[in-house]
């Protein structure tokens, strides 16, 4: 049987953690992205200019950028519950 050095498991466990960093940094970018894609579609909605439904594909497309930062937060968390050893990791 092979056993893990402790040392092995405290960097592997550093390593998750950094991930989970990670994880939840680019959440807030996808929560950043879909603002902007918000804004602009509020934009575009008082520009005459602008492309009949290009309002209205920023607003899903802002959704679709919603739910990956809400799935990443969900990621983090679970390697986090994983990392640190408290039990399964969330279902979603």
Avoid: K, W
């Amino acid at each position: 049987m092979v056993t893990e050095s402790p040392r092995a498991g405290t960097a592997r466990t550093r390593e998750l953690l950094d991930h989970v960093g990670r994880l939840r940094a680019d959440a807030d970018l996808m929560d950043g992205y879909a603002r902007r894609l918000r804004a602009t579609a509020a934009t575009l909605g008082t520009c005459p200019a602008a492309p009949g439904g290009s309002g209205a594909a920023l607003v899903r497309q802002a959704a679709v950028c919603t739910s990956a930062a809400d799935r990443l937060r969900f990621a983090a968390e679970a390697l986090l519950t994983h990392a640190r050893g408290d039990g399964p990791a969330p279902v979603s």
